[in-house]
Structure formats: C-alpha cells, structure tokens
C-alpha cells in the first residue's frame, strides 16, 4: 500500500468525524483546522490563503468532499515526505473521529489499545470508501491476536460468528472491530493485560513493521564490554534500547543488500554468539540456540527482501491476498456474466417457447375446428352412404330375382348344350378309333417286313462269329498250355529261392553262433592276458608286455557276422522279387 493511500485512510476518518450530519460536506473552517493539523503533524507548510483561493465561490455555505480532494491532493499529499512521524498523524486522526465514535465505557480494552486496533483496522480495509474490513481480514487478526496472546484458535466459535455477520452483513466498520475485540468475545479466560500485551504485539507486527524483538547481550565498540540490550527488528535495521519500554535508544544497525549474518564459536566465555556484518561489525549472543537460529533466520530474511526490493512478509502477504480476492471477484463477476447471458438466452427461449406455445394452442384449436367439420362432413355422408346401400340392397334383390330366373333358363339351356357336346364327342371317339386302328394295321406290316430283313441279316452275322470263336477257342487253349507251363517254372523257380534263402538262414544262425563263441574265447582270453599281465607286472615291476596289434573292423550285418554284405542282399531280394513278378 502507498504512503498517500495511507495517509487518505486516516484522514477520512477525521473528516468523517467533522461531518456532523453525515451529509458528505464539512464547513470551510472546519477544513482549516483540519487542513492546519495534517500540516503540522506532517511537518509540510500551512498555506491558508490557498484554502480560501480553492474555495472562494463558495464562501457562505458548506464545503464537499469531494471539493476538499483536489485541494488535498495538490497543497497537501503530493508535498509530503516520510520525514514526519506516521505515529502522530494517525494519533492526531484518531483523537479527532475516537470523541465522536468510540464508547469507552463498554470496552474491557484502553483507549491506547483501541487506538491500536484502529490503525490495525486501516492496514487491513479495503481501499473503498466507507471503509470496510471483510470477513477474512477479520479472522487474519483475531488468529493473529489469539497467538499473540498465547491461547488456542477456536474454529467454532468464529464460523458461528461468521455466519451471524453473514446473515446481517459481511464486513465490520472500525468501530464495530473495536467493539468486537474490547468486548472479549474472542478473547475468553484471558485477562486484560494479556488481551492489551496481544494487540501491542500485532500492532508492532502490522503497523510498526516489527518482524522480532528480545532481549540479547551486545558486545561494545570501546569498551568492548557486553551489555544487555533490547533489540528490535524491521525491514531496514535494528534498533537496540536499554529497556523493553522503548524510551532509551542505544543506536541503530542499518540493513541493506549487502549485510551478512553468520553464527561464531563460543568465546569470553559468551555462547550463542553471531555476527551482524553491516556499516560496523556487532557481536551478539542469545540467551540460548534457538533464539540464536531465529535471530539469523529472522535477519537473512530481511537482507533477502531488501535486496529483492520486496516488502515486509505482512505487507507482501496482505497484497497476495488482496489480489487473490481481486481474482476470484472478477472470476464471480464473470460467472455473474455469464449466468446473466445464460439467464437472458434462457428468458429468451422462454419468449420462444411462449410463442412456439401460442402457435401450437392456435394450430390445436383450428385442429379441433376442423376435426369438428370432418365430423360433421362423416356423418353426412355416412347418412348419405345408408340410404344408397338402402336402395343398393333393394336394386340388387330385384336383379337376384331376375339372376335367379335367368339362371333357370340358362341351366336348361346348358343342359341340352352339355348333351349335343357328348353325342359330338362319342362320334369324335370312334371316328378317332377307326383312324388309329388303320395305323397300326400298317404299322404291324412294315414291322414284318423288317424283321424278315434283320432275320436274314442275323443269320449271316452269326454264322461269321462262329467262324471266329471257333478259331479264337483254338488259339486261346495253345496259349493256356504255354502260360501253365510258364507257371509252373515260376512256382519251381520260387521254391528254389526259398530253399536257398532258408540255407542262408541256416548258415547265418551257424556263423552267430561261431561268432558267439569266438567272441567269448577272445573275452577269456583277453581276462586271462589281464591276469597274467597283472602277475608279471607283481612278480618283475618293470617288465613290460608285447600286446596284439589292433584288428580291422569285421563286417557285421543284420544276417550275422560276415554272411554277405547290404548289396549282395538287396541284389538277391531283387531277384527274387522279379521271380514273383513272373509267376
């Protein structure tokens, strides 16, 4: 937030106050003893003359807000300076709007306190006018102020109040804020000085931009002694006094991008000790390590704002959550939008609906009109249609009479017709008779005279094949002799093979047999070489044995060692194959 802002805050509750009858307008003198303090306090020079020159048309009545404004802004705020004490100006502002506003009488807290609570008010408004603080600026400094004051926060409690403020209101003026904290609502089983030790804290936080103060041990530049001292840390330095109560101040170190904090070892007998490295050097040591470790953390924090150029984490947190609200106000006011151009197409269809339902009304009752004339139109011709099936009826039982009588002739008619037709038919039948009876007496002929012809033929035909059997039955019983005689070779032929193939079996079962027993004569053999190998291999150590020389591979077949080899028993199946063939 700007200085100028600010300082408006402030300076609208003083000119609020002056407006007895809350009309919006305050007399020129009052604006001159306003105007002549905010001077004052804000060390900027009095120009009287320029007040009147600002208002000289207007000399016998009341002056506006918002003529007050620009003589404000041009001989006032665009010449001030923070070269003024801010404290004064809001104290200034507040003696002027608390006579007129505040009831000290139903508060548990001081007029100090409130004073307090007030300037915490205007860090937290809104920057619209009334000034207004809303619900969680609200419940921001109740935490705050809880854990100021030690005590536990109570969701509860402050969701009931939240929603008695929601269903009357959702924001707090500053004087109902003060009512609402010096009423204890918030702040049950604390006592007074508890409730007043917790604003101070977050005044001190919020306003006075006071990050940490304590009490810690300083060593001194002369004398280098160690002293206690009461250190207190903002944004750009810190400052050191003799007590807590702020009334002496011992000096400043002054913070900037280039400072250092570093922790040191314990000497002289000091522990905890740390060193601020700024325009001087400043040895300090906390009363334990954890002060220690706040304190560095605290200071790094404050070189690393400023050499960033942010603000203090209060301020910087409060404009984050300005601008979170700023967010979600327009995402509602779009929303509203929308919801807007939904409801407006929505009324618009509702028009299109209306009208589509009109028109459909009109289309029923023309419908229902001329469902009555077709009606009415049915039931004409349905009467129309009686009275000709009527006379249909009474026109067809007189052409039935006249069928009836006609048909009676007609059957007689039909009757002798259907007898001149058979009388025609039976002549018909033996005309027909007589003409088939013809064909086939001349077809009996020619058939004769056929079969005499094929007779003569056959007989010819015949005697030729048995000339021809006769011959072949002479030849075919020469080749039977010669086939049988073929045969029978065949047959000797085949037991010939035979008789040799089981000759062969025989003489392969003989040479197993033998090779049987060569192989277990070699076998003993060889056991007994081994024995006497052994032997004489005890007996002389190193004498050493002529053993056989290695033996060719002997052809062993499916017949039994060395019978015939694979060709020789495949010629000879051939052989006898083709032997079988021929027989």
Known sequence: MALRDELLKSIWHAFTALDVDRSGKVSKSQLKVLSHNLCTVMKIPHDPVALEEHFKDDDEGPVSNQGYMPYLNKFILDKVSDNFDQ????????????????????????????????????????????????????????????????????????????????????????????????????????????????INEVYQELILDVLKQGYMMKKGHKRKNWTERWFVLKPSSISYYVGEDLVEKKGDIQLDGSCCVEAMQDK????????????????????????????????????????????APHREARQKRREQRLK????????????????????????????????????????????????????????????????EKMVRLQMEEQVAQKSTELEQYLQRVRELEDMYRQLEDALEDERRARQDEEEVRRLQARLLEEESSKRAELEQVHLRQQKAISETEAEKEELQRERREKEEALEEAMRQLEGLEEERKGALEQYQMVMKKLEDATNNTKTWKHKVAKQEGLLRLIQPGAKGQRLITNWGPAAFSDAELSLREKKWQEMKSQD
């Not at 002289?268 to 954890?290: M, N, R, T, V």
């Not at 011709?381 to 099936?389: G, I, K, S």
């Open 268 to 311: 002289e007998g000091k522990k905890c000790l740390f060193l601020i490295k700024s325009q001087k050097s400043f040895e300090i040591s906390a009363s334990d390590k954890k002060k220690k470790q706040e304190w560095i953390q605290a200071i790094q924090t404050c070189v690393t704002l400023l050499r960033q150029g942010r603000p």
């Open 328 to 391: 979600q106000q327009a995402e509602q006011e779009e929303l509203e939008l929308r919801m807007k151009e939904l409801q407006m197409a929505n009324e618009a269809k509702q028009v299109e609906l209306e009208n589509m339902r009109k028109v459909l009304e009109e289309a029923t009752a023309n419908a229902a009109e001329e469902e009555q004339r077709r009606l009415q139109t049915q039931t004409e011709l349905q009467d129309r249609y009686r009275m000709d099936l009527e006379r």
């Open 87 to 198: 404290q004064d100006f809001n104290r200034m502002c507040w003696t002027l709007c608390s006579r007129k506003n505040l009831d000290q009488s139903k508060l548990i807290i001081s007029n100090d306190d409130a004073f307090k609570v007030w300037c915490i008010f205007n860090f937290l408004a809104e920057d619209r006018y009334p000034l207004v603080i809303i619900t969680e600026e609200i419940e921001y400094f109740l935490r705050k102020l809880t854990d100021a004051m030690g005590g536990s926060w109570v969701e509860e409690r402050f969701e009931d109040y939240r929603l008695h403020l929601n269903a009357r209101q959702q924001n707090l003026s500053v004087w109902e804020l003060i009512g609402l904290v010096g009423s204890g609502h918030f702040s049950k089983g604390m006592d007074r000085q508890s409730l007043s030790m917790g």
